[in-house]
C-alpha cells in the first residue's frame, strides 16, 4: 500500500506541473487572440497566473496531508474549468458587448483576464500544495516535491511544443490537456466506484470533443467573425478568414491585417516605387497576398523575391482571395521564399518593400529597428530604396505615437543619408543612400511613363501627397523628437506602442519616460524611503529570520524572470519565432527548476547550516555571473540563437530553484512554519519580476540595463541570506 502510496503521490506532482504549463501555454495563446495580439497581455495574464497560483498555494497550507480525495477532486475541477476558459475567453467580447474589431473599456479587459485566469490558476496553486503536502508526509522534502512538479512542467512544455509542431489546434490541446487531468484521476481511483465512473464519463467526453475540434473551432471563432470561411492556428499566430461578396478579410490573432477592397497597397507600392527611376529587381518582405505583388506586377520589373515567414498564411488565405490576387502569386516573375526576412540574404535589390505588420508587438517591432534596416542597407544597389507604411493619424498625433514613430524614423536616419516620410492614415517611410527626390513634376512624369492602371494614386493626387501642409509638418515633428533610435537592444518602440494601448483607456501613460526622471520620481518618493527604512529593520532585527527567507525566496524569482524575460525577448529580436518555441524554452526554465532543486536537496541535506549558507551564497555568486555572461552574450550578439538561450534558461532555472530549495531547508530547521509559503513567495517573485522587466526595465532601460538590474537585484539577496 505504501508504494501505490508513494507512487500516487508523485504522479499527482507530475501532472500538477504538466497540466500547469501546458494548460498555461494554452490559454495565452487564446488570450493574445482575444485581445488583438497585444503582447501586454501575455505579461499582465503571466501576473496573474503567478498571483493565483501563489494565492491557491497559500490557500492549500494546511497541517497535515488531505484525502487522496480531496486531490482527486481537484484535478476534475481544473478539467473542466480548463475548458469553460477556452469558451469564455473566446466569447469575451460577445459576452461584454464589444463593438466588432473594438477594445473593450480596459476595466472589463482587465476583469475579464481575471475571470479566465485566476480560477484555473487558484486550482493548480492549492493542487499542488496539497500533493506536496502528501508527499512529504510520506518523507519527501519540499525540494524534491518542487523538482517532481517542476519536471511535470518539462513534460508539458514539450507536449505544448510537440503538437505545434504537428499542427494540432489549439482547441484540441486544450480538449488533450483536460483529458490528462481526468486520467489521473481514472488511474488512481479503482477503489472509488464514484471517481472512476466520473472520470471515465469525461474522458469519453473528451475523446469525442477531439475528435470534433475542427468543427468546434470554427464555430467558436464564428462568434466575433460571422462571416467566417477559415481559420487557422500557425506557429505565428491563428489566422482567420471572412469573406462578404466580393470582399475577403483576413485576420491575425484577430486583428484586421488587411481586405481585399482597400487602395492601401496601391498607394503603398505605387507612391514607394516612383523613387526608383528603374524598379526591376523587388524584395518583399510579408503582405504580398495583401495585393502588393499585384500591384508591382503592374510596373516593367524583372523579378520579384516575396518572403513569408508564416508558411501557413499563404496556404491558408490564397485560395480564398479574388483570382486577380491569387494570379500574381504564381506569375512567373515571383519567388516565394519561406523564411524569416531578418536572416534572408539575396542579390542586390532596387527596391525592398517592408510590408510587415505594425510594431505592436515584439516580434513585429524586430522589423523596424537600426539592426534591421542595416541588413536592408545591405541587400540594396548603390541607388536603391527601401520602403515600408505604418499605420498612424492623419492629423492629430498623441504624445505616444510622435514617440514611436520619431524612434523608427531615428533608427532610419542613422542608416540612410536620405529619407522621406509621405503623410496620411498611414505613414509611408522611404529611405535611400542615394538623393530622393520631393519634385513632383519628376514623379508624375515617372507615373505617366509607367502607365499604371490604378483606382487613387494619380498625377493629382502625387502633387497633393508631396505639397499639402502636412508634408512638411511631420517631417519637422519627427526630426525634432528627443528619442532613441528603436534598436534590438533597446526596443524603444515596444514601451511606446504599449503606452499607446493603454492611452485608450488610461490617460497620461507613458512607459518610455525619461530614465532619469523615473529615477528622480522614485527617489523622491516617501514610498521608497519607507520600503527602505522597513527593509533595513528587517534585515538588522533577528527576529525576522522568517520574513528574511519569504524576501530570499521572493529575489530569488524575481531575479530568474528578469533574465527569463531579457533572454525571451532578445530571442525573438534575432528570430521571430517565439510564438513557435515559447514551449520549448520554458522547458528548459523549468527542466532548470527540475535539476536545481533535486540536486539541492541532495546537497543540503548533507551539511549544516553555517555551509547550506556559504552554498546559497555560491548560488547567489552564479545568477550574479550568469547576468554578466548574458548581459556580454547579447552585446557581443553570440547569445540569441535556441540553444544559447536555452542553456541561459537551463542555468536560470537551476540557480532560483537552488536558492528555493536553500530557504525551504533553513524554514524547516529554524522554523516551521514558513516552509509552506515559500512557494508563494517563488511566484510572487516571479510576478512582480515579469511585469517590472516587461513594462518598465525593458523599455526604458533596455535589455542590457536590465541584465545590470538582475545582477544588482542577486547583491540585494545576499543581505536576506544572513
Known amino acids: 500500500m505504501r508504494i501505490k502510496e508513494i507512487t500516487s503521490s508523485v504522479a499527482y506532482l507530475i501532472a500538477v506541473g504538466l497540466v500547469s504549463i501546458l494548460g498555461q501555454v494554452i490559454i495565452l495563446r487564446e488570450l493574445n487572440v482575444a485581445f488583438y495580439g497585444i503582447e501586454l497581455i501575455y505579461v499582465l495574464s503571466l501576473g496573474f497566473w503567478l498571483f493565483g497560483t501563489a494565492l491557491g498555494a497559500a490557500l492549500g497550507r494546511r497541517s497535515g496531508p488531505p484525502a487522496e480525495a480531496r486531490v482527486h477532486l481537484l484535478f476534475l475541477l481544473t478539467s473542466l474549468v480548463l475548458l469553460i476558459d477556452i469558451a469564455f475567453i473566446r466569447g469575451t467580447r460577445v459576452i461584454f458587448g464589444a463593438v466588432p474589431g473594438g477594445y473593450l473599456p480596459f476595466e472589463l479587459q482587465v476583469a475579464a483576464l481575471a475571470a479566465a485566469l485566476l480560477p484555473i490558476s487558484l486550482l493548480t496553486g492549492v493542487l499542488f500544495q496539497f500533493s506536496a503536502n502528501r508527499f512529504m508526509s510520506e518523507g519527501g522534502t519540499l525540494a524534491n516535491a518542487y523538482a517532481i512538479e517542476s519536471a511535470g512542467g518539462v513534460v508539458g512544455g514539450l507536449l505544448s511544443t510537440f503538437l505545434l509542431m504537428l499542427g494540432i489546434q489549439n482547441l484540441t490541446g486544450a480538449f488533450f490537456c483536460s483529458a490528462i487531468s481526468a486520467g489521473v484521476v481514472l488511474m488512481y481511483s479503482s477503489y472509488r466506484p464514484a471517481e472512476k465512473y466520473l472520470s471515465t464519463i469525461g474522458l469519453v467526453a473528451l475523446i469525442v470533443l477531439i475528435c470534433l475540434s475542427g468543427s468546434i473551432g470554427r464555430w467558436m471563432t464564428s462568434w466575433n467573425h460571422p462571416d467566417l470561411v477559415g481559420t487557422f492556428d500557425t506557429p505565428y499566430g491563428r489566422i482567420s478568414v471572412t469573406a462578404q461578396e466580393e470582399q475577403v478579410c483576413v485576420f491575425e490573432n484577430d486583428a484586421l491585417s488587411y481586405e481585399t477592397e482597400t487602395t492601401a497597397a496601391e498607394e503603398f ?160 517611410f522611404i529611405a535611400s543612400d542615394s538623393p530622393l527626390t520631393a519634385d513632383t513634376s519628376i514623379l508624375c512624369g515617372r507615373f505617366r511613363n509607367r502607365h499604371l492602371n490604378t483606382r487613387l494614386v494619380s498625377p493629382e493626387y502625387i502633387n497633393y501627397v ?4 502636412r508634408f512638411k509638418t511631420v517631417e519637422n515633428l519627427l526630426s525634432s523628437v528627443s528619442v532613441d533610435p528603436n534598436s534590438d537592444l533597446k526596443p524603444a518602440c515596444y514601451g511606446y506602442t504599449l503606452s499607446i494601448w493603454l492611452s485608450k483607456f488610461v490617460g497620461g501613460i507613458d512607459l518610455n519616460s525619461d530614465t532619469t526622471s523615473l529615477t528622480d520620481s522614485a527617489i523622491k518618493s516617501p514610498f521608497f524611503w519607507l520600503t527602505m527604512i522597513v527593509a533595513l529593520v528587517i534585515v538588522f532585527k533577528k527576529r525576522f529570520v522568517a520574513t528574511r527567507l519569504f524576501l530570499l525566496t521572493v529575489t530569488a524569482g524575481f531575479t530568474g524572470m528578469l533574465l527569463e524575460t531579457v533572454l525571451i525577448l532578445n530571442y525573438q529580436n534575432k528570430s521571430g519565432a517565439l510564438y513557435q518555441d515559447i514551449g520549448y524554452l520554458l522547458t528548459t526554465f523549468m527542466g532548470g527548476l527540475a535539476i536545481g532543486s533535486w540536486a539541492g536537496n541532495r546537497l543540503f541535506i548533507r551539511w549544516d547550516v553555517g555551509a547550506r549558507k556559504l552554498i546559497g551564497g555560491a548560488i547567489l555568486l552564479g545568477l550574479i555571473a550568469l547576468s554578466l555572461i548574458v548581459y556580454c552574450g547579447i552585446s557581443s550578439g553570440l547569445v540569441g540563437t535556441l540553444l544559447s538561450a536555452s542553456l541561459a534558461l537551463l542555468l536560470d532555472g537551476f540557480f532560483v530553484s537552488g536558492i528555493f530549495a536553500l530557504a525551504s531547508f533553513k524554514a524547516a530547521t529554524d522554523l516551521e512554519r514558513i516552509s509552506t509559503w515559500l512557494y508563494s513567495a517563488d511566484l510572487v517573485g516571479g510576478c512582480l519580476g515579469s511585469i517590472a522587466a516587461s513594462l518598465v526595465l525593458v523599455p526604458s532601460f533596455g535589455i542590457l540595463t536590465t541584465c545590470v538590474i538582475s545582477a544588482f537585484a542577486c547583491i540585494v539577496g545576499f543581505i536576506f541570506l544572513r
Open 269 to 428: 507600392v505605387q507612391l514607394s516605387t516612383l523613387q526608383s527611376a528603374s524598379p526591376k529587381k523587388i524584395l518583399v518582405l510579408g503582405g504580398g497576398l495583401e495585393g502588393i505583388i499585384f500591384e508591382l506586377l503592374k510596373l516593367p520589373v524583372d523579378t520579384i523575391d516575396y518572403i513569408e515567414m508564416n508558411r501557413n498564411m499563404i496556404e491558408a488565405v490564397l485560395n480564398h482571395l479574388p483570382a486577380g490576387f491569387r494570379d500574381a502569386i504564381y506569375d512567373g516573375r515571383v519567388r516565394i521564399i519561406n523564411q524569416d526576412p531578418r536572416r534572408f540574404t539575396g542579390q542586390s535589390y532596387d527596391v525592398i518593400l517592408v510590408a510587415m505588420p505594425e510594431p505592436m508587438s515584439a516580434q513585429n517591432n524586430r522589423f523596424y529597428t537600426q539592426e534591421f534596416f542595416e541588413h536592408c542597407s545591405r541587400e540594396l544597389t548603390r541607388e536603391g530604396i527601401v520602403a515600408f507604411m505604418i499605420p498612424s493619424a492623419e492629423n492629430l498625433w498623441t504624445n505616444q505615437l510622435v514617440k514611436r514613430n520619431g524612434s523608427i524614423y531615428r533608427a532610419l536616419r542613422a542608416v540612410f543619408a536620405n529619407t522621406v516620410v509621405l503623410p496620411g492614415v498611414a505613414n509611408v
Open 466 to 469: 508631396y505639397t499639402n501642409d
